[in-house]
């Protein structure tokens, strides 16, 4: 048959960003056969499409690092405190060459379709090039910010000039000089890149739906002390990223709440964080996220310094969130954002009180009036989590498919595994920290944990291991009942799908921390695999 003469494999990757190269690092290590198909035409991931103008890790490069390797976190030189997009693609080549690793990643391929076979116990997996091979295990390496989604906004396909999309620039050097440009999204993207577009452009013209929290990054260069002194204390930093750090980052922790303190020390703490910059602003006490009363004081400082910045107060005004409490978004890190206001060649449209019309061959109609652009760009961010996912036609053995099944919103035993789809992992899945952590501990830790399950199913001669219904139920009441308990589900937020209409309203990541969730984990693993169904192979294979 077809079958019995198509390639196979003990796994198959999807995904050649930082999880499934490490993936792939792994199972050679243990001596699994693997196969890695990338979209891309290189490895990277999110790295290798989001190229926008400002690009840049809002986790601290000598934190947003692999840590498997000694000689590699000792060697590798990080040049600023925020790595730029290009230096991290550059190192995750770095990584892929250095371990050897393109030899069994297959580029400019996508997974389209995965069945599960009954009778081969595995996936039988088709690649865009029209080819099917069978696998035992399927993980999907496919990230959670990947699947950059352009709005549907009337008019916008007769725009006669070029339409760029942050999470999807291309490799050419784009050019902005002496064009008015339209950007549309101010999350991350937008505001990262804004202050490096309008200092190109002619002109720029932002258009806000909903003004965002933003903290300096302060970026500067790393000093080789500063290297040293990391790379010194990598043993601690690392293992307290793991094991004690809510978010997978090494930093002081919070003790007390925000009304614990009086107001003047209140004000001088967010102040020492604001000059410090970066996400450890939220860290400044242990409630912000939590308590409404504790948040707004955070929420408060940050529209003060925007007040302070911004010199026109209509757009001081319009600049400064009111919609949802501070973090509850995910916070962006900026440099010189607010400020790029003041120019006298930007401008911003308030989008939430008029909506965006329709575009035109060269404008954007907002309340009846035309803004005239050259070029746009589109910072509308992705259908995080789930998007990339849902594009693959995954289809269990009772016949249902992944998307039928998640109708609803994402249903995941730890965020590893869904029950009905034995075989098939998923790496920083929805149920998982994924999003709400520094990526690369939290990836590290998937793929370390299903190495080890795969190792065990092997050496136990087991054939399939699939998500129990029962134990999928509880985890999902769980990560839903600590979301709730918490500021988070208050945004429109894409942590809760909001961002993407008719996607389901559910907040997909686990938030109660990446060291209790590696301890469940753990805890799961070591009970033998505690929740999920193992079964060895029943019958002999026929041939
Ligand atoms: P985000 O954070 O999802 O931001 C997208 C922005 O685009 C946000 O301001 C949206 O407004 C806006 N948006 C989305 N759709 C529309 C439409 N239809 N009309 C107007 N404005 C729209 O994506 P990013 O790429 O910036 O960042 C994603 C993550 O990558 C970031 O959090 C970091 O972790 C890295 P909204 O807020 O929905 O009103």
């Known amino acids: 048959s077809p079958a019995e003469a198509a390639e196979t494999y003990d796994v198959v990757v999807v995904g050649a960003g930082f999880a499934g190269l490490y993936m792939l690092h792994r199972l050679r290590g243990l001596g699994f056969s693997a196969r890695v198909y990338e979209q891309g035409g290189g490895v990277g991931g999110t790295w290798y499409w989001n190229r926008y103008p400002g690009a840049r890790c809002d986790v601290e490069s000598m934190q947003y690092s692999y840590s498997f390797s000694e000689e590699l976190q000792q060697e590798w030189d990080w040049s600023e405190r925020y790595a730029p997009q290009v ?30 076979d ?49 999470g999807n620039w ?56 500063e290297r040293d002194t990391f790379r010194q204390n990598y043993p601690e930093i690392r293992r307290f990223a793991r094991e004690i750090a809510r978010n997978g980052i090494y930093a002081e922790q919070p003790d007390r709440g925000a009304l614990d303190d009086a107001e003047d020390i209140r004000r001088s703490k967010f102040k020492a964080r604001w000059d410090r910059g970066g996400l450890t602003f939220m ?30 107060p209509a757009t001081a005004k319009l600049l400064q969130p009111n919609s949802h409490p501070i973090g509850t978004k995910r916070i962006c890190i900026d440099t010189d954002y607010f400020k790029t206001f003041n120019r006298p060649n930007v401008s911003l449209v308030d989008i939430k009180a008029n909506p965006i019309e329709e575009i035109t061959p060269n404008a954007v109609r907002v309340a009846g009036h035309d803004h005239e652009v050259d070029a746009l760009v589109m910072a509308t961010g992705f259908d ?36 009905g789809f034995p075989n098939l992992f998923i790496i920083t899945g929805p149920g998982s920290p994924s999003v709400l952590s520094n990526m690369i501990v939290s990836i590290e830790q998937h793929v370390d944990w299903i190495a080890d399950c795969l190792t ?15 134990a999928e139920e509880k985890w999902v009441a769980h990560v839903n009942e600590v979301a709730h308990g918490t500021l988070y589900p208050q945004a429109n937020s894409w942590y809760m799908g909001a961002n993407v209409p008719g996607k389901p309203r559910i907040f997909m990541p686990y938030i109660g921390g990446v060291g209790v969730y590696r301890r469940i984990c753990d805890e799961v693993a070591a009970k033998g695999y505690e929740g999920f169904v193992m079964e060895a192979e029943m019958q002999p294979r026929k041939a």
């Open 283 to 312: 860290y400044v006490y242990n409630n912000l996220g939590l308590d409404r009363a504790a948040n707004d004081t955070a929420a408060d400082y940050v529209r003060g310094k925007i007040a302070e910045i911004v010199k026109d």
């Open 118 to 166: 009954a009778r081969e116990k595995g996936w039988s997996v088709t690649t865009s090039g029209g080819k099917t091979v069978l696998a035992q295990f399927v993980v999907l390496a496919t990230g959670c910010l990947s699947n950059a989604r352009k709005p549907d906004i009337k008019g916008l396909e007769s725009f006669k000039g070029p339409v760029y999309h942050t």
């Open 87 to 116: 230096e991290i693609l550059k190192y995750a080549n770095h990584v892929a060459d250095r371990f050897d690793l393109r030899r069994d990643i297959q580029f400019n391929t996508r997974v389209e379709r995965a069945v599960f």
């Open 384 to 419: 995080a989590m789930t998007g990339s996912v849902a594009k693959i036609d995954i289809h269990g053995p009772g016949g249902q498919t992944l998307n039928q099944k998640w109708a609803e919103g994402p249903k995941t035993y730890l965020g590893l595994m869904s029950a």
């Open 170 to 225: 291309p490799h050419e050097d784009v050019d902005f000089t002496d064009l008015r440009v339209g950007l549309i999204g101010t999350g991350s993207s937008g505001i990262q890149s804004a202050p490096i577009i309008a200092e190109q452009a002619k002109h720029l013209t932002v258009f806000q739906r909903t003004a965002n929290f933003s903290i300096p990054a302060r970026n500067a260069a790393l000093t080789a002390e």
């Open 456 to 470: 065990h199913m092997r050496e136990r001669g087991l054939a399939t291991m699939e998500a129990g219904g029962d």
